[in-house]
């Protein structure tokens, strides 16, 4: 059983348009972070959400910690080809490691 | 500060030959971890340790084995490796049990 759900697991979108993934689980995480991977890299953090409903902007992307802390979604308005990757989410609870997602491995097409 | 490195970037080993994949940061963190992504899918986590001296096991730990002498380094040893074991390595470190910095990766491939 996969602790959290990533959805969709693929998304291939043109430039310009707008998108959301989304983070699921059923258990509450103190703190959830979103990581974006692009080809041959390590994973590189984009954002951490720690309070119920807490919503941050980063340029062109909303994220956004439901209010249980057992779900997240990403938004991104207008996406680029530069926005093109494999984005993990991951959640930290107590003392054991984070757990990750499964990732949404997103194409934005010129 | 250069991070997280790990060396080296790309490896091939035969069936049953072992190699050590090394790990070190200079960030000070406590916490270092080690995971394998396989094409086209998530991380999955093998080893990590909270601290020089004290390693635990990881979601998939078979075929592995670590150790941690100084807070700097980690490395992952593979002792007999297997075809299974092709994947691509990431360490990473983190100051608590929050944010994670990774390294580039090792590109391993067994025949």
């Known amino acids: 059983t996969q602790l959290l759900e990533q959805s969709p697991q693929f998304l291939s979108i043109q430039e310009g348009e707008n998108l959301t993934v989304y983070c699921n689980s059923s258990?509450?995480?103190?703190?959830l972070q979103w990581y974006r991977q692009e080809p041959g890299e390590g994973p590189v953090l984009l954002v951490t959400?720690?309070?119920?409903?807490e919503v941050k902007k980063l340029k062109r992307l909303t994220f956004q910690f439901g209010d249980a802390r057992k779900d997240s979604s990403l938004h991104i308005t207008a996406a680029q080809p530069g926005d093109t990757g494999l984005y993990l989410c991951?959640?930290?609870?107590?003392?054991?490691?984070?757990?990750f997602g499964k990732g949404t491995r997103l194409s934005v097409i010129a | 500060n250069a991070g997280v490195t790990q060396t080296p970037k790309f490896r091939i080993l035969k069936i049953g030959q072992s190699m050590t994949l090394q790990c070190t940061q200079d960030?000070?963190?406590?916490?270092m971890y080690w995971y394998r992504q396989d094409p086209g899918m998530g991380l999955k986590l093998i080893y990590y340790?909270?601290?020089?001296?004290?390693?635990d096991k990881g979601e998939v730990p078979n075929g592995y084995n670590v150790s941690r002498s100084t807070t700097e380094d980690f490395p992952l040893r593979l002792e007999l490796a297997a075809p299974s074991q092709t994947s691509v390595y990431f360490c990473?470190?983190?100051?608590?049990?929050?944010?994670?910095?990774f390294g580039p990766g090792t590109r391993l491939t067994v025949t």
């Open positions: 960030m000070n963190h406590n916490y």
């Open positions: 959400v720690v309070t119920g409903g």
């Open positions: 991951a959640g930290a609870r107590g003392n054991t490691p984070l757990v």
């Open positions: 340790s909270v601290g020089a001296g004290i390693t």
């Open positions: 258990s509450v995480f103190s703190s």
């Open positions: 990473a470190s983190s100051y608590d049990r929050g944010e994670q910095y």
